[in-house]
């Protein structure tokens, strides 16, 4: 007993003088209360006026003072429709929302980006991922982005096909596209009025996107450059992320157990679960195959498993099975746990979301969009969702094409991405043959090159407000983190980066790393190994040294 009140008074002692020592470490780190960094990343003068805004783009301009819940102005910007084809009357149209740049090295080009689904409205990745105003999941409010492409150049969001989005379409015309060249015709169509009405004929363009993009994009880029018209259709590049470009039996099922596996103590499955679930791959071929496909250089074309074969259906009953352990499961972002995060848009989280920013008629007067039931995916009218895409998949045609004519093609993938996963996207452009060859000469992953994304001064900043805990919190905005995350190798014009931390959606998971490869993609820098300060950014700081925690000491700011 004695003993046992000794202990009580040793543990209580011990756990004051713990505490104590925390309030300390704590003081240690009180300073003035800073204010959170949330500039972008350059500092480059706003135009006194703007070269964009003439009679024809009047109607398109958007007031960035005017999109209710944004306390902030998001800038100079034009959105609307234009007609896919030269009838100005036509009820076929896409939806764009377009946001000139003031870098002075994006005067001659302009920039693509997006969404896939198919069906996906690309103001998800506008509003999520790389615009100058974000509402993410999990985030009470828009904020301003410091990774904002536009900081790098001239950005336009657009929703495609018809029907996609704000997207207006005449009755039945949707379920009539059933494959990848009429969705690059209309497209097409489009561009030539979009380049014309914003007078930028003879421009570089660029094209940008994720997922279900990474078929559209190498088919519109490859229709692009069949025209032999430097005027409208100038691809000099194309950036897709954890793209969807080959067969989803080697994209997904095939190396769903080896990432299971790799991940292992993150799902949390038992012992008699992961022991049978390796068995059925073995049984299936999925390890064999991926010793061949993952073999470098490939010593021929190689034939995909059949993943309809009995018990080859693995990846469906590893997300099963992981739902009984994690009901919040999330196959974009393999790491996400409970709760589901309330999101705006209800997408890509799962929780619940009140859907009525677009949905809100102030928000579609202010961006000029016709009053729409909008939703951020499921356009069920398109025909290549109703009865499946009568197009190769675009690593079979297109894509090697398009890095054959540009020798710029980037292809990114999220490590903690679970729908397409990155040995099978991999293993897709190692089946693939380039500019003579098949496939990598080297493993891109295994002792590949280092991928490094320059540091930001927002990081002293999080430092602090962690280390300090003040209480209320100052909120620390969008920030994002830096140094080596990922791996990346370059082949006869094609580039493969993986990235740590992302999901299927890099830029809203690792914005620093998607500003990184738009940077590499527009030739501002040589490659994705440079260690160097982003090429936007101003002040007395270094993008290769982590900032210091000591944020009332340091003399920089991003612009």
Same mark, same amino acid.
């Given at each position: ?17 713990? $505490?104590?020592? +925390? ?13 959170? %960094?949330?500039?972008? +990343?350059?500092?480059?003068? &706003? ?24 306390? !902030? ?26 946001? /000139? ?25 506008? !509003? =999520? ?11 009470? $409010? #828009? ?16 929703? =495609?096909? %018809? ?12 379920? &009539?596209?059933? *494959? ?7 497209? $097409? ?8 009405? !914003? ?24 229709? !692009? ?75 021929? &074309? ?11 259906? @693995?990846?469906?009953? %590893? ?10 499961? *999330? ?9 589901? +995060? ?11 979301? /009140? ?13 000029? $969009? ?22 190769? /998949? ?13 020798? *710029?093609?980037? @292809? ?31 493993? #891109? ?51 493969? @980066? ?26 501002? %820098? ?19 040294? /982590? ?10 700011? #991003?612009?």
């Amino acid at each position: 007993m004695h003993v046992a009140a000794l202990l009580t008074a040793l543990l209580g002692a011990s756990t004051a003088a713990a $505490a104590n020592d +925390l309030h300390r470490r704590a003081a240690k780190y009180q300073r003035r209360h800073a204010e959170p %960094i949330s500039r972008p +990343l350059s500092g480059f003068t &706003k135009r006194q006026s703007s070269e964009y805004l003439t009679n024809a783009t009047a109607p398109f301009s958007v007031d960035g003072t005017a999109l209710p819940e944004v306390n !902030f102005d998001i800038g100079e910007s034009y959105a609307g429709t234009l007609s896919i084809d030269n009838n100005t009357q036509s009820e076929n149209r896409l939806f764009f929302w377009f946001f /000139p740049s003031d870098n002075p090295a994006a005067s001659n080009e302009i920039t693509i980006w997006l969404n896939g689904g198919p069906g996906c409205s690309s103001l998800d990745g506008l !509003f =999520q991922e790389n615009s100058p105003f974000q509402w993410q999941s999990g985030t009470y $409010a #828009p904020q301003p982005n410091p990774f904002s492409f536009t900081n790098l150049t001239n950005m336009v969001w657009v929703d =495609q096909p %018809i029907g996609t989005g704000f997207s207006p379409h005449a009755p039945g015309a949707p379920g &009539k596209i059933s *494959n990848e060249v009429q969705v690059a015709a209309d497209f $097409a169509g489009f561009w030539e009025n979009f380049m014309t009405t !914003f007078g930028l004929v003879g421009r570089d363009v660029y094209l940008t996107g994720e997922s279900y993009a990474g078929q559209y994009i190498p088919y519109i880029a490859d229709y !692009f450059l069949n025209q032999s018209d430097s005027d409208y259709y100038n691809v000099k590049g194309i950036q897709i992320n954890d793209p969807s470009i080959g067969l989803s039996s080697v994209l997904t099922d095939t190396p769903a157990v080896t990432h299971l596996n790799n991940y292992a103590p993150v799902f949390s499955l038992n012992e008699t679960f992961m022991t049978n679930i390796n068995q059925r791959a073995e049984q299936c071929g999925y390890f064999t195959f991926m010793e061949e496909a993952l073999t470098f250089p490939p010593s021929g &074309k190689f034939t995909a498993p059949n993943a309809s074969a009995p018990g080859c259906d @693995v990846w469906d009953d %590893i997300v099963t099975a992981e739902i009984y352990v994690n009901p919040c499961f *999330n196959v974009y972002h393999l790491t996400d746990f409970c709760p589901f +995060l309330w999101d705006e848009l209800g997408f890509p989280s799962l929780a619940t979301g /009140p859907n009525n920013y677009f949905n809100d008629s102030t928000v579609q007067a202010v961006i000029h $969009a016709p009053p729409t039931n909008y939703t951020i995916c499921g356009d069920d009218e398109l025909g290549i969702n109703q009865n499946g895409d009568g197009s190769n /998949p675009s690593s079979f045609d297109p894509l090697p094409r398009v890095v054959e004519a540009t020798n *710029n093609v980037i @292809v990114g993938s999220g490590l903690l991405d679970y729908l397409l996963l990155t040995n099978g996207t991999l293993m897709t452009l190692n089946n693939m043959t380039w500019n003579g060859q098949q496939g990598f000469s080297s493993s #891109p992953l295994v002792g590949g090159d280092n991928f490094f994304v320059p540091y930001n001064p927002t990081l002293g900043f999080v430092i602090e407000e962690t280390e300090n805990q003040p209480i209320p919190a100052t909120p620390v905005g969008l920030v994002a983190g830096g140094g080596l995350l990922g791996k990346t190798h370059t082949e006869r014009g094609l580039t493969f @980066v993986s990235v740590n931390l992302a999901g299927h959606e890099i830029p809203q998971y690792v914005p620093g790393a998607a500003y990184r490869q738009l940077e590499f993609l527009l030739g501002r %820098i040589d490659n994705l190994t440079v260690q160097g300060d982003f090429t936007t950014q101003t002040g007395n700081y270094s993008g290769t040294t /982590p900032p210091s925690p000591d944020y009332t000491s340091a003399s920089s700011t #991003p612009s």
